[in-house]
Nanobody, 125 residues
Framework: QVQLVESGGGLVQAGGSLRLSCAAS????????MGWFRQAPGKEREFVSG????????HYADSVKGRFTISRDNAKNMVYLQMNSLKPEDTAVYYC??????????????????WGRGTQVTVSS
């Protein structure tokens, strides 16, 4: 089975930066669409960013556009989320996800086959 493990979460002040990493194993990583989602307490899980198999196509939620950057390194089976200019409203558990069936980046959680267990990001004011 495909396994995803996130790292890089933690505490940061508003305006600061964090870089999340997701390590994949057990599948053909280079063929998967990859995504980042987040879920704050009492709220539904929401799409943050996605990237296609080659890294040539990326998508971002409006709330993070211009501040976050997704990237991938297929040779290392890694996907990253660089988060800059962090705001308190970015506080959430961030999840790495993989879509093994589609070529185009999807934004719905139901489209993704595999999920990491999440990493907590807390932004203080």
């Amino acid at each position: 089975q495909v396994q995803l493990v996130e790292s890089g979460g933690g505490l940061v002040q508003a305006g600061g930066s964090l870089r999340l990493s997701c390590a994949a194993s057990g599948g053909t990583f280079s063929s998967y669409v990859m995504g980042w989602f987040r879920q704050a307490p009492g709220k539904e899980r929401e799409f943050v960013s996605g990237i296609n198999w080659s890294g040539g196509t990326t998508h971002y939620a409006d709330s993070v556009k211009g501040r976050f950057t997704i990237s991938r390194d297929n040779a290392k089976n890694m996907v990253y989320l660089q988060m800059n200019s962090l705001k308190p409203e970015d506080t959430a558990v961030y999840y790495c996800a993989a879509d093994s069936r589609n070529w185009i980046v999807r934004v719905g959680t139901v489209e993704y086959d595999y999920w990491g267990r999440g990493t907590q990001v807390t932004v203080s004011s």
